[in-house]
């Protein structure tokens, strides 16, 4: 089965710019996470969708941070404006619904803010 | 609120030893623990999963345990090698299907 994609791999933006990633999930998992993981750090939940509602965006910095999933498939997160702390790996992570078994990453996209 | 500690923060270690990782959690009322490998500009691998009412999960060279009560997993392996070297992320399930992470431990392993 194919994985969870990713892109673009990396990516680097000066301060103020405006960047979004994209994210491909494994074909029928309802359930979608995009993780920041600054360096040193582990993943920290930015938000949760389950098909595209949005069910955890607790800790997602809305001033700034924005995704949506349009028809329950891909998503997009989006930065706008970039800081510099904002500088990390953004993973994203798919599963069927209620089955931790099936919670598989991409291989993240790598974002540097200058 | 969960908070996910794992120690060491770095561990150094000849082949063949047989090593220790660290895990441990706040709030005991979890559904399940996971432990993944991160390599080098690379996304998360699942290692083990241990629901919540196991005790532990073996995987080849990789045992990973679970003691709910006090907080605290732990993963084993057994006789390292080289191409063990990476980054160990232990992660807790902690209600509606997401993980909070530890900060993970970076294991190399010398030839």
């Known amino acids: 089965e194919a994985g969870v994609a990713q892109s673009p791999r990396y990516k680097i933006i000066e301060k103020r710019q405006s960047v979004a990633f994209w994210c491909n999930p494994i074909?029928?998992?309802?359930?979608l996470y995009w993780y920041q993981q600054i360096l040193g750090q582990g993943p920290k939940l930015l938000i949760q969708f389950q098909n595209n509602g949005v069910v955890d965006d607790s800790q997602l910095p809305k001033d700034r941070f924005s995704a949506e999933r349009l028809k329950g498939v891909d998503s997009t997160l989006k930065i706008q404006p970039a800081k510099l702390e904002d500088s990390a790996v953004y993973l994203c992570?798919?599963?069927?619904?209620?089955?931790?078994?099936?919670?598989?990453f991409g291989s993240g996209t790598r974002l540097t803010v200058v | 609120k969960q908070e996910v500690t794992q120690i060491p923060a770095a561990l150094s270690v000849p082949e063949g030893e047989n090593l220790v990782l660290n895990c441990s959690f706040t709030d005991s009322a979890i559904y399940n623990l996971q432990w993944f490998r991160q390599d080098p500009g690379k996304g998360l691998t699942s290692l083990l999963l241990i629901q919540s009412s196991q005790r532990e999960q073996t995987s080849g060279r990789l045992n990973a345990s679970l003691d709910k009560s006090s907080g605290r997993s732990t993963l084993y392996i057994a006789a390292s090698q080289p191409g063990d070297s990476a980054t160990y992320l232990c992660a807790v399930h902690s209600g509606t299907y997401k993980y909070i992470f530890g900060t993970g431990t970076r294991l190399k392993v010398l030839a």
């Open positions: 074909s029928g998992h309802a359930t």
């Open positions: 992570a798919s599963s069927l619904v209620g089955q931790p078994y099936g919670y598989t």
